[in-house]
């Protein structure tokens, strides 16, 4: 039996978190894995839930933190040297960045044989200035040294990585897309609807948008909010638009609304008010609130593969998307949703519009999105690729 040490950022909301907690649970009997995570910070949804559900139990490395805390990241490195040096792992597979960067430096201090990291997505762009975002170019090219491969989550980061960015050769760099537990969330829909819109105070009758994750600036609430206000002035009072998060972004969007005369709700201070934009905040049983959206949007600037979107589809909704990341990997324009380039209000809204008012082709697409996510990202299919990968190396003659 080989042994992992996985190492990830932090255990919060997203696909990431799905993608880490799956692979330490399921790639036995061939391995044996022992899973680092690093601390969140408070804004941050908590993703604890995710691990218990599958019976793991995590070893928090506090000092690992995302924020760039110098004195904290040489302790977290030499906490990982102390676990590598006790454990004896065949892999280390980091995920992320933070967690990319302490645990490729340190498993290479400790001569591990296999050493992978995982881009599940980057910062390369819409982060930062332009100084920084080079300067975090030329380490990420520094720190792929020190990983035997690299994994890309799309075919499009692939490219990125190799053509754009130039991280590291084409042979060093494999991509491995994410997988899920797609199961639940095609399962008890009308029931599930029923909840969802009961607990926020949508009617049945109602069209409900809604986009989901992190309120950040870089998913662009800002653009959300301008469709919005697009498809309000030509549909009338029955579209509802909701965002099912929260974060720092929050008293930005609630600016936003009023400068574009939207309603607003926060439904943790003001529960099943009626505005035209109802801010959630967190909510974990997403399967319930996919159901109760009729369509199901993302507007961000930057992404890797948004595990939203694969969730929707598998929820059988439509999806409508800026052209970002590896967002052409999973959804096909004009079959199973609409694809716009990033700033593109009208054209997103003109979508919106005409899935609104085709229920038909509503439906058509989510027969094809569910089709086309079952057979790219299931669990089954992330766990096959992963111990062909590590094997691959692992038993070169």
């Known amino acids: 039996m080989y042994k992992i040490l996985r190492i990830h950022n932090r255990l919060i909301v997203g696909g990431p978190s799905h993608n880490v907690t799956l692979l330490t649970a399921y790639l036995s009997p061939e391995f044996e894995t022992k899973l680092l995570v690093g601390k969140k910070d408070p804004a941050e949804k908590d993703a604890t839930y995710i691990a218990q559900q599958l019976g793991l139990t995590p070893i928090e490395i506090v000092e690992m933190r995302r924020s760039i805390l110098p004195f904290n990241d040489i302790v977290a490195y030499f906490k990982i040297k102390k676990i590598i040096r006790q454990y004896k792992p065949d892999i280390v597979h980091t995920h992320a960045s933070k967690s990319g960067a302490i645990g490729r430096m340190a498993a290479k201090s400790c001569k591990v044989p296999l050493i992978v990291h995982t881009f599940h997505g980057n910062v390369f762009h819409s982060y930062f200035n332009g100084f920084l975002t080079s300067l975090i170019i030329r380490i990420e090219r520094y720190l792929a040294k020190k990983a035997d491969a690299i994994i890309a989550i799309s075919d499009s980061q692939r490219n990125e990585l190799i053509d754009v960015y130039k991280i590291a050769p084409?042979?060093?760099?494999?991509?491995?897309?994410?997988?899920?537990?797609?199961?639940?969330?095609?399962?008890?829909?009308?029931?599930?609807?029923?909840?969802?819109?009961?607990?926020?105070?949508?009617?049945?009758?109602?069209?409900?948008?809604?986009?989901?994750?992190?309120?950040?600036?870089?998913?662009?609430?800002?653009?959300?909010?301008?469709?919005?206000?697009?498809?309000?002035?030509?549909?009338?009072?029955?579209?509802?638009?909701?965002?099912?998060?929260?974060?720092?972004?929050?008293?930005?969007?609630?600016?936003?609304?009023?400068?574009?005369?939207?309603?607003?709700?926060?439904?943790?201070?003001?529960?099943?008010?009626?505005?035209?934009?109802?801010?959630?905040?967190?909510?974990?049983?997403?399967?319930?609130?996919?159901?109760?959206?009729?369509?199901?949007v993302l507007t961000s600037h930057n992404e890797g593969t948004p595990v939203s979107l694969i969730e929707a589809q598998a929820a059988y909704k439509p999806v409508v998307s800026t052209n970002v990341g590896g967002i052409e990997d999973i959804v096909q324009h004009g079959e199973t949703g609409f694809i716009t380039e990033a700033g593109d209000t009208a054209s997103f809204a003109q979508h919106i519009q005409t899935l609104i008012e085709a229920p038909e082709l509503r439906e058509k697409m989510g027969k094809k999105g569910y089709e086309n996510v079952i057979k790219r990202y299931s669990k089954q299919r992330l766990i096959t690729d992963m111990k062909h990968l590590y094997l691959s190396f692992l038993e070169k003659e």
């Open 170 to 296: 084409a042979e060093k760099i494999f991509t491995i897309p994410l997988g899920f537990n797609l199961e639940k969330f095609s399962v008890d829909q009308e029931a599930k609807k029923d909840i969802f819109r009961k607990k926020y105070g949508f009617e049945n009758t109602d069209i409900v948008i809604g986009i989901i994750g992190r309120l950040v600036p870089v998913k662009n609430h800002e653009m959300f909010l301008e469709v919005a206000a697009l498809v309000k002035a030509n549909r009338g009072n029955n579209i509802r638009f909701v965002i099912i998060g929260d974060g720092e972004s929050r008293s930005l969007i609630e600016k936003k609304a009023a400068e574009l005369n939207l309603s607003y709700s926060y439904f943790i201070t003001h529960p099943k008010v009626k505005t035209d934009i109802t801010v959630t905040s967190w909510e974990t049983e997403i399967d319930q609130a996919l159901a109760g959206l009729d369509i199901i």
